[in-house]
């Protein structure tokens, strides 16, 4: 607690250089519970490197591996790998890999994994464009298993071709290097609302429904307080001052009382007796 009459603290300007090194807060992430997708990307993180090491580095002898997985925002950027989008369960989902990455998997797909780094990319073919397509629905199924792991049926992907994502959506960034190629590269996913909805959904704690007494009705799990304010006496300070204990101080029950709820008058009731105590009864609501 700062001490009485202090001053605040004075504002700080900072340089240049340093401002350009702030962390800049995306207000698309506010009032959202992006802070617990902590847990989901390291589930996509083990997904997609046992999707990898199944694939390749079992049959192949490589060291392909994912290293991070990030929450980003989508800013297209030209010149970057083509997006494939698809719908799937009234969402719409892209995915997108480095060029150089893909390459390397086709090539190790074809046996040749010591060229899969040639610094030499050329054209695009017929046949990278089939791998590409099938690859990217298959590291889209990784993806789904992830957001809905309790879904037990096959999702539909309809091809949009290769329409960008919507300024709204976000991007779940996966970073995959392999060193024995001295190779690195982008596996990227857009999902829209929708599935971000999806996402948020699996992130957020469940609530245990065997917990005891879960199946009894809110109002009745709620512990209130009332608190029944019978009368009120004025009286001067000099008498209060001279109060010793034998003292009476004369008063009258009144016939009705003010009933209070964390010190909000909420009702009044009329008060009644009945073997030599007093009962509260007749409520009514105070507007």
Known sequence: ???????????????????????????????????????????????????????????????????????????????????????????????????????????????????AASEELGPETATEQRYGLGTGLALLGELVNCIQPDNNEDVRFENLSQTPPSAGARVLRVNIMEPTLGLSGLLEFAIDTIWLNRLFTYATPRRNLNAPGHDTPLNTRIPVTLIAQLLTKEMMLDDILYLVPGDIIPVRVPETADVLVEGSRLYKAAIAEQGGMLWLTSFEDVE
Not at 28 to 57: A, S, V, Y
Request: net charge positive; with cysteine; charged share 15%.
């Open 1 to 115: 607690m700062s001490p009485p009459n202090s001053s605040p603290a004075p504002a700080k300007i900072y340089s240049a250089a340093s401002a350009a090194s702030a962390l800049v807060l995306d207000p698309c992430t506010l009032g959202r519970p992006f802070h617990l997708l902590e847990d989901f990307k390291l589930t996509l993180q083990r997904q997609i490197d046992r999707h990898l090491h199944n694939r390749f580095n079992q049959r192949h002898n490589t060291a392909f591996t994912v290293t991070e997985v990030a929450v980003i925002a989508f800013a297209p950027t030209p010149g970057e790998a083509t997006w494939h989008s698809y719908v799937a369960c009234g969402g719409n989902i892209a995915v997108r890999l480095d060029r150089r990455m893909l390459l390397a998997l086709l090539a190790c797909h074809y046996g040749d994994h010591r060229n």
